[in-house]
């Protein structure tokens, strides 16, 4: 971390110190539990709770200073060391501007190169933002974010990790509305942004998908002349995005045939292999091939693997490198098509860290291809924040899953109901298709029904739940019965 003093604190938020001006934090903390000894607790109203009221628990951690909002005191009326602001949230985001700043003008005057590299899209975030730490992390210091760490708090405290001795600097950038992805790179200063895609994830909330994809474009049109849009051309509202930015433009596509010459990043001959990982040969600018077989689960992975590659490239590292990590590398976060093999035959795929129409589509096609010739399980649950639009999805669902010819429909909640019943309507009825109201009504349902050589795909968002009720039955079949769900 990028140390700063109390005083200096003070100065880049506009804030009033309450602290001694020498005080140098080591490390910035948002959640109290995580304190250590010379933390910034940074105190931040939430909806559930306000970090004020945990700030005596940051310091009884160890914190040395927090970033707050109105003066806290402990019990002995004594103020807790702390610099005042209006918005700790804003704050924090102008002490990662200045922490950019300081590293980008300290390895500059030192001769050394210091590459900022944002990623967005409605899916495929965190798998690309891997992938690409994966690469990156042999040919320098690389510092990128935990889990989906993408918001206005997300990539500052991934910022927060960055020191001078960072080489590349990756960063996830997710939005909620128009404006969110302009001010995460107002922050970072990105010298090359990735695209991935623009899906109706958060249609609600943005009021429709062309709005996403003016959010989406905010990314290459915060990139400077001389930085590189890595743009997915397969998607027709992303390729469009070329018109919106000065920098040089890098596409990826793996549709060969329709993208040509226009997609200097290319999949040729994509093959599934038996596992469900994707295997393709690997075209870079320059005409520059090498062949990926990848350790991911699915087809849709294709994407975020040029994604990768072409992020890579131009970032300067050669193509022979960019391959053979991506044919190294497993998944590195959790619950994205998560697989795992039960001691009596079961197989477990858990992608139920988060879901929109697109990538529960893509993970359907997915267990369909991989349960040629064995008993398939769609355990699934609702796809939130869809607006308007959410009973016509969850109805598409239902029905795609009827025409995959997946074996078993397990719909969980009320959230997901039309889901449901578009698969009983599709022609899916009794045990082909049940409904539970909650996660431990579906447990009972599988504990009973599942069978050695089942295979089972558990995909919802991420605050349904699935991922954890995924965890349970993927468990050996000998833990104890009855043990209680996370």
Request: hydrophobic share 45%; charged share 20%.
């Amino acid at each position: 971390m990028i140390a700063f003093t109390a005083a200096e604190i003070a100065e880049i938020t506009h804030g009033r110190l309450a602290a001694d001006p020498g005080l140098t934090p080591g490390s910035v903390v948002t959640d109290s539990r995580e304190a250590t000894a010379g933390s910034l607790y940074v105190a931040k109203p939430g909806e559930a709770a306000d970090g004020h009221d945990f700030v005596a628990a940051a310091f009884d951690r160890g914190a040395v200073l927090a970033l707050v909002q109105h003066d806290v005191a402990d019990g002995a009326g004594q103020l807790y060391p702390a610099v005042v602001v209006e918005d700790s949230v804003l704050a924090m985001g102008a002490l990662a501007a200045e922490a950019v700043r300081r590293i980008r003008a300290r390895r500059a005057d030192a001769g050394q190169s210091f590459t900022v590299i944002g990623i967005t899209g409605s899916a495929g975030k965190t798998t690309t933002k891997d992938l690409l730490a994966g690469i990156l992390a042999g040919h320098g210091e690389t510092v990128s974010p935990q889990g989906s760490y993408n918001g206005e708090v997300g990539v500052p405290l991934t910022v927060f990790k960055a020191g001078f001795d960072t080489r590349y600097l990756v960063i996830e950038m997710g939005a909620t509305g128009i404006g969110h992805i302009r001010y995460l790179a107002e922050l970072v200063r990105p010298d090359i942004g990735v695209v991935l895609g623009v899906g109706t994830a958060h249609a609600g909330e943005f009021g429709g998908v062309e709005n996403i994809a003016v959010a989406k474009g905010e990314l290459v049109e915060a990139l400077p002349a001389e930085g590189t849009a890595v743009l997915n051309l397969d998607d027709a509202r992303v390729s469009a995005m070329a018109s919106r930015t000065r920098a040089t433009v890098l596409g990826f596509s793996a549709q060969p045939d329709k993208a040509g010459e226009s997609a200097p990043v290319l999949a040729e001959d994509v093959e599934l292999s038996a596992g469900g990982n994707p295997e393709f040969e690997l075209r870079l600018p320059g005409g520059d091939r090498h062949h990926v077989a990848s350790q991911l689960i699915g087809a849709h992975h294709v994407a975020n693997l040029l994604a990768a590659a072409g992020a890579a490239h131009a970032a300067g590292i050669p193509g022979e490198q960019i391959a053979a990590s991506l044919s190294a590398q497993s998944a590195a976060s959790r619950w994205r098509m998560e697989r795992t093999e039960r001691p009596d035959g079961v197989t477990i795929i858990n992608d139920a860290y988060n879901a929109n129409p697109e990538s529960m589509r893509a993970a359907l096609r997915t267990l369909a291809d991989l349960g040629r010739g064995r008993r398939t399980w769609a355990v699934l649950g609702a796809m939130l924040e869809l607006g308007e639009d959410s009973i016509r999805e969850h109805t598409a669902v239902g029905t795609q899953v009827v025409r995959l010819n997946i074996s078993r429909l397990l719909v969980i909640g009320r959230e997901a109901r039309a889901l449901y019943v578009s698969a009983v309507n599709e022609g899916s009825w009794g045990d082909e298709c049940l409904f539970a109201e909650t996660v431990d009504e579906a447990y009972e349902i599988l504990r009973s029904a599942l069978e050695p050589g089942d295979l089972v795909l558990f995909k919802s968002s991420n605050s349904i739940g699935l991922r954890h009720l995924g965890d349970r039955i993927a468990l050996p079949a000998t833990a104890t019965e009855g043990s209680p769900l996370p």
